[in-house]
């Protein structure tokens, strides 16, 4: 049996279900592949997300919603990459990603990259977009 690593976001406002739909609607070969429920008497609120699977571009992810605050959120420092094939694509990519969010190198040419994007979206999920 061979390893296998999968990124797991971990959300804190009750908002996992709400930003993996969003995420799923902006990639091509994306999809919810299972999502379970806090139900009556677990130990999260009710209707919030226990456990989530879901692919963006056919890569799994996993997430949740924490039963339990804690004193950290996501960080920049880790991010997902998106190499996209177009212009169109990148532009497209970092207009719905930013909305709410927060721009941390505007889209532009930075020496190792002509079109490069870095920002941290509504959620606090950082993202770098290149055209590849």
């Not at 990459?81 to 941390?104: F, K, N, P, S």
Request: proline share 4%; with cysteine.
């Amino acid at each position: 049996m061979s390893q296998k690593t999968t990124t797991f976001l971990m959300f804190q406002n009750g908002d996992a279900e709400e930003a993996m739909t969003f995420y799923v609607s902006l990639f091509e070969d994306s999809k919810v592949v299972a999502v379970s429920h806090y139900g009556p008497g677990e130990p999260g609120p009710e209707g919030t997300v226990k456990h989530a699977t879901f692919t963006l571009a056919g890569q799994e992810y996993m997430c949740i919603d924490s039963n339990q605050r804690h004193a950290f959120g996501f960080t920049p420092s880790i991010s997902i990459w998106v190499a996209c094939d177009t212009e169109e694509e990148i532009e497209r990519l970092y207009a719905a990603l930013l909305e709410g969010g927060q721009a941390l190198m505007p889209i532009g040419s930075y020496g190792f990259s002509t079109r490069f994007g870095w920002l941290a979206d509504r959620f606090g999920v950082s993202w770098q977009l290149n055209l590849a």
